[in-house]
């Protein structure tokens, strides 16, 4: 299984930039597909979480100013930024709980990282 992110950039405090994590391979259901994101000298944090059946979770940080989406049916996470600040400047990853079949055990799989900077 692969993940490829995408949609990072440079973007002005209150702008808006809007990321993709696209899944492919062997996939029989993705259980969880979510956002990390680590700053400079920091651990990686969890910015968006979005489980089967429709449940999200937020950090604290960004409620109310990301989204985090899924389009199933092309295995396809977004996370849309609003209101960007520059602490949320950080590398960006992806991660998903994939079941390749529907005998597995679920696996945990990381995307390359997308840097976002947000200027002030």
């Known amino acids: 299984v692969q993940l490829q992110a995408s949609g990072g950039g440079l973007v002005q405090a209150g702008g808006s930039l809007r990321l993709s994590c696209a899944a492919s391979?062997?996939?029989?259901?993705?259980?969880?597909m979510g956002w990390y994101r680590q700053a400079p000298g920091k651990q990686r944090e969890l910015v968006a979480v979005?489980?089967?059946?429709?449940?999200?979770n937020y950090a604290d940080s960004v409620k109310g100013r990301f989204t985090i989406s899924r389009d199933n049916a092309k295995n396809t996470a977004y996370l849309q930024m609003n209101s960007l600040r520059p602490e949320d400047t950080a590398v960006y990853y992806c991660?998903?709980?994939?079941?390749?079949?529907?005998?597995?055990?679920?696996?945990?799989?990381w995307g390359q990282g997308t840097l976002v900077t947000v200027s002030s």
């Open positions: 991660n998903a709980v994939v079941r390749t079949t529907g005998r597995s055990t679920p696996a945990n799989y």
């Open positions: 391979g062997t996939i029989f259901r993705i259980d969880v």
């Open positions: 979005s489980i089967n059946g429709g449940t999200t």
